[in-house]
Every structure is written in structure tokens, then in C-alpha cells.
């Protein structure tokens, strides 16, 4: 995904897997949308509104944490729409919506490496659910309140 990409040439390196809990005491956080800026904005929102007392930087140098989002919409079938002539002919053809998509990895930089310790995917496919950027911002707060025994 691009995303990975993304975070993968800041720091010029390939992956390495780790967990949640590697979050404990790091406070230096870059959010990387690539051009997105709504979608960093809801995910920057999220954090700042759960007071973790982070540091939310304007670039990936100096980086401990870098959160990594890609979105988009997609289409989905959410049916079949049919229709019978006058000579009793049935025709059917599939119905589509779009829905909203995104897809996120946390990692966490360790000598020049990044670690991934956090994957998500998510989608909103009605009005009443929540963006999946904002789902992802509320990932990442519950993560890091869980390794920093936060409440």
C-alpha cells in the first residue's frame, strides 16, 4: 500500500514487526496522509482531543511514532435492480454505492527502522458511522493509553 511506502522511504528502511505495548514512554508523533489533509486533520483531532501529552510534528524527522493513513472511496454492490419487458424478459443488473475506505499502519521507529506495530483497515458505508481516518486516530489514542496505562 502507499501508505507503507510512504513511511518506508522516510526512514529509507524496510519493516520489522513488533507490538502495541513498544509505544510505552515515546512521545514524538508524525501523522502521514500524503496530500490528505482532511484525513490527517481527523486523525490529528482525535489524538489532540484525547490530551496524551504527544508531541504532533510537522514532519517525520525527529519522529518516534509515525502513523501512516491512506483513504479513498470504493464501490460496493448493494444489490440487483430487475426489470421484466412486456414479453415477460427479465433483465438484471447489479446496483453499486460508493463507500469510504482507509487503511493504516502505526510504527514505531527504532535505530533507523521502522516497526510495525499497529495495522487497521476500515469502512464507512452509511452517513451514520464514523470516517475511517477517525476510527484510525481512535485506534492509535486507545493503544497508546493502553501501553502508557493511561485511562
Same mark, same amino acid.
Given at each position: 500500500?502507499l501508505?507503507a511506502?510512504?513511511?518506508?522511504?522516510?526512514?529509507?528502511?524496510?519493516? @520489522?514487526y #513488533?507490538?502495541?505495548?513498544? *509505544?510505552?514512554?515515546?512521545k514524538?508523533?508524525?501523522?502521514?496522509?500524503?496530500?490528505?489533509?482532511?484525513?490527517? @486533520?481527523?486523525i &490529528?483531532?482525535?489524538?489532540?482531543? +484525547?490530551? *496524551?501529552?504527544?508531541?504532533? *510534528?510537522?514532519?517525520?524527522?525527529g +519522529?518516534?511514532?509515525i502513523?501512516?493513513f491512506q483513504?479513498g /472511496? @470504493?464501490?460496493?454492490?448493494? #444489490?440487483?435492480n430487475?426489470?421484466?419487458?412486456? &414479453?415477460?424478459n427479465?433483465?438484471?443488473?447489479?446496483?453499486?454505492?460508493?463507500?469510504?475506505?482507509?487503511?493504516g499502519?502505526?510504527?514505531?521507529v527504532?535505530?533507523e527502522?521502522l516497526?510495525?506495530? &499497529?495495522s487497521?483497515?476500515d @469502512?464507512e458505508?452509511?452517513?451514520?458511522? /464514523?470516517k475511517?481516518?477517525?476510527?484510525?486516530?481512535k485506534?492509535?489514542?486507545?493503544?497508546?493509553?493502553? +501501553?502508557?496505562?493511561?485511562?
Open positions: 500500500m501508505s511506502t510512504t513511511a518506508t522511504t522516510v526512514v529509507g528502511q524496510s519493516f @520489522e #513488533g507490538k502495541p505495548a513498544e *509505544l510505552r514512554g515515546l514524538k508523533v508524525f501523522v502521514d496522509t500524503g496530500g490528505d489533509m482532511k484525513n490527517r @486533520e481527523r &490529528l483531532n482525535e489524538i489532540e482531543k +484525547a490530551k *496524551l501529552g504527544v508531541e504532533l *510534528l510537522d514532519s517525520a524527522e +519522529a518516534e511514532v502513523l501512516s483513504g /472511496k @470504493e464501490k460496493e454492490m448493494s #444489490g440487483v430487475s426489470t421484466t419487458d412486456t &414479453l415477460g427479465t433483465r438484471s443488473t447489479p446496483a453499486y454505492r460508493k463507500i469510504t475506505v482507509g487503511a499502519q502505526v510504527f514505531v527504532r535505530r527502522r516497526r510495525v506495530i &499497529l487497521f483497515d @469502512e458505508k452509511t452517513v451514520f458511522e /464514523k475511517p481516518a477517525t476510527n484510525f486516530g485506534t492509535f489514542v486507545k493503544a497508546y493509553k493502553k +501501553a502508557n496505562d493511561m485511562k
